[in-house]
């Protein structure tokens, strides 16, 4: 049985993605996420993601984080991405820092109402 709930949907009036992702999530588990926002962001023509993982726990160790975000990277490299992440933990900020060095355009935010204003806006 998966540890994991990823849903992936279009709001056509914003033209933005949203990814949801719930429950316990491993190295594999991140990079197939970002993989499937790749595909559905292209098959829509769109570059503004909303990522909601504030209800996601990590099951790897922060030093997995420096191997996994070059393939991040390489999914995301022309979207801007804004991450709700509920509050900020040390997981959510070293996922930013090190997308930023792969020069990523994305934020991580407390609430869902001020990443998409920001992604609007973007």
Known sequence: MSLLSTSITYDKSTSLIMMTVRGRAGVED????????QKY?????????????SELEHRFAAIDIVNVM??????????????VV????????LFLQKVK??????????CFKSAKEWLSNA
């Open 30 to 37: 991140v990079l197939n996420a970002y993989k499937a926002v």
């Open 86 to 93: 509920g509050f900020e933990g040390y997981m959510h900020d």
């Open 41 to 53: 962001a292209e098959s829509h023509g769109s570059n503004k993601v909303l990522v909601d993982v």
């Open 101 to 110: 060095r792969f020069g990523i355009h994305a934020e991580n935010f407390e």
């Open 70 to 83: 070059p393939k991040v990277a390489h999914y995301v490299s022309n979207m801007q991405i804004a991450r």
